[in-house]
């Protein structure tokens, strides 16, 4: 975790300044302080609490997070310089804003028809991507390979090159 977390925060602009050893030796320091905390009376309910609030939410968070960076942020600026701008924030804004919310909602108001949220989301989309394609003013194909799809095609054919040997 340690070098994950280092790779990161050297592979910013802020952290280019700063020697990798300096950036490992500050997060070990900052994981030695916040251990101690398991060392005492209530150590084994403090780790229970961490481990069960990492192993769930935070990765699904970060899993939504890598999914959200790769399929929708990168190769963004590229499509958006391509076409035109609107056309690739109504398909992000109308994906999140209908999947966000109308997921916390059927999970938390209710949570034994939670199965409705399922129709309700992809007739959502479908307006969305209609409204899209009349936005992008460009022929379907194009708009589906370069707006719904946006960095995903770029992306599957960069990780199945090496594999391929291509």
Known sequence: MVEATATVIT????GRVLP?????????????????????N???TYFDVVDHYLAIYL???LGVLQSFGAGWIYQM???IRD?????????????????????LIAYFAFPNDSWMAIPIFWGCQIIVWIISFATSK????VWYGRVWL?????????????STGG
């Not at 924030?89 to 999947?99: A, F, R, S």
């Open 150 to 162: 946006l960095g995903m095609r770029k992306l599957s054919r960069a990780i199945a090159k090496p």
């Open 138 to 141: 460009v022929s379907f194909s």
């Open 42 to 44: 209530w150590g084994f």
């Open 59 to 61: 990765l699904f968070t």
């Open 83 to 103: 076409l035109n701008k609107v056309t690739v924030w109504v398909n992000l804004i109308g994906y999140w804003t209908v999947l966000l919310p109308l997921a």
């Open 20 to 40: 990798r050893k300096l950036v490992a030796l500050v997060l070990c320091a900052f994981g030695v302080c916040f251990s101690f905390l398991f060392c005492f």
């Open 11 to 14: 592979d910013t602009s802020f």
């Open 77 to 79: 600026e590229e499509t």
